[in-house]
Each structure stands twice: as C-alpha cells, then as structure tokens.
C-alpha cells in the first residue's frame, strides 16, 4: 500500500476532508481528525477505539503498532503502509472515520490573535 492508496482510502468516505496539521497531511470528518499521513509518506495512522486497536495489532501485527506515548493509549494507531493489506487499512479508516463522525462536530479553535485585547471571556483586562 502507498501513501496515494491510503488517501484515497480515506477521502473515499463523505464529509472527509484533507487538511495539514504540524507539517503533515491530515483527513478530518465533522471537524475532527481520524487519519493522518507521517514520516515522508510511509505510515498512516487512524485514531480509533482502544479495544478495536488490541483486536487490530493482534489479528495484523505486520500492518499496525500503536502510536508512541499517550497518543497510542488512546487509540491512535500506526498503518506501516509497505506491509499493510487494502482490506485491513479499509477497515480500520471505516472505524476511524465513525467515531469522528459521532461525536458532535468539532468547535472551531480560535488563536490568541483572533481574541483581541478582551481575552476569551469578552472583557477588558485589568492591567
């Protein structure tokens, strides 16, 4: 699998777009990320269910390893794209995909710039 198989993959499914976050491609559904392009286009990684990542990295141990740190403890799973099968990355970007797409969409971020000098609560600092 390539890097162009996984996207296509990913924006296959209604409402997904592709955006970029900290200097790499990332796919959003209802304003929330669930898949992301890494390290020069050779792993993926979906953000799914914890329970769903064990059942994955049990039954494709080849395919998918979860993300370092706490990032992997809450479901975000590597795709190790040369050795991955269409139909396994298939399966895991469709569970990614529904949960972003059930929870309630995603707030827009606002930037410190954006706030003005009244800060986030709307009110005049005190100085």
């Given amino acids: 699998m390539t890097a162009d198989d996984f996207r296509a ?5 209604d409402g997904a777009v592709e955006g970029a976050h900290m200097g790499h491609p990332d796919f959003r559904a209802n304003g929330r990320v669930f898949a992301s392009l890494h390290t020069q286009d050779r792993f993926g990684m979906v953000k ?3 329970a769903e990542q064990r059942v994955l990295l049990r039954d494709h141990p080849e395919s998918f390893t979860p993300s370092p740190g706490a990032w ?23 569970l990614a995909f529904e949960a972003a797409m059930a929870k309630p969409p995603a707030k827009p971020r606002t930037t410190p710039a954006s706030r003005g000098p009244r800060g986030r609560s709307g009110v005049a600092k005190k100085r």
């Fill in 9 to 13: 993959l990913v924006l296959a499914h």
């Fill in 48 to 50: 799914i269910d914890p």
């Fill in 72 to 94: 992997g403890r809450q479901g975000c799973t590597n795709v190790i794209l040369a050795d991955a099968s269409k139909t396994a990355v298939r399966g895991a970007i469709r």
